[in-house]
């Protein structure tokens, strides 16, 4: 099976050696991503909903550059939360960013994530 690796200016540069996304068949391997401003590299400003939100426009960002729609196409999404008590706040953005049938998805709590972010979450899609 082919690979091919996915970039996106909308979203932030990869920060070690991976892709973005990588498209095998007509799946779609979304890398973490964390509440980075596509534009300054720099961590966004704002609360935890903030952050989330940023989250998922980076991965949106990466899921259009391989010609799928985050909301409409994602199979599973796991979400890494320095503090799960934020596991509410990730529901509430969630709730705002994709309809039903939602997405798989896992939550679990780590020690820590690149660049202190609060927040990272990655992506499986199935490309149209």
Same mark, same amino acid.
């Given at each position: 099976?082919?690979?091919?690796?996915?970039?996106?200016?909308?979203?932030?540069?990869?920060?070690?050696? +991976?892709?973005?996304?990588?498209?095998?068949?007509?799946?779609?391997?979304?890398?973490?991503?964390?509440?980075?401003?596509?534009?300054?590299?720099?961590?966004?400003?704002?609360?935890?909903?903030?952050?989330?939100?940023?989250?998922? =426009?980076?991965?949106?960002?990466?899921?259009?550059?391989?010609?799928?729609?985050?909301?409409?196409?994602?199979? =599973?999404?796991?979400? +890494?939360?320095?503090?799960?008590?934020?596991?509410?706040?990730?529901?509430?953005?969630?709730?705002?960013?994709?309809?039903?049938?939602?997405?798989?998805?896992?939550?679990?709590?780590?020690?820590?994530?690149? =660049?202190?972010?609060?927040?990272?979450?990655?992506?499986?899609?199935?490309?149209?």
């Amino acid at each position: 099976m082919k690979r091919a690796a996915i970039h996106s200016s909308q979203a932030p540069d990869a920060i070690g050696a +991976y892709s973005q996304a990588v498209v095998a068949g007509d799946l779609c391997f979304v890398s973490g991503q964390i509440p980075l401003d596509p534009g300054t590299g720099e961590l966004v400003a704002g609360g935890m909903a903030d952050q989330i939100r940023q989250v998922f =426009k980076n991965l949106a960002a990466v899921a259009r550059a391989a010609g799928a729609d985050l909301s409409r196409d994602a199979v =599973k999404i796991t979400v +890494y939360l320095v503090d799960l008590s934020h596991f509410a706040r990730v529901n509430e953005v969630m709730s705002e960013m994709f309809a039903e049938p939602f997405p798989a998805r896992a939550a679990v709590e780590v020690a820590g994530l690149p =660049k202190g972010a609060r927040v990272e979450a990655d992506a499986v899609l199935v490309i149209p």
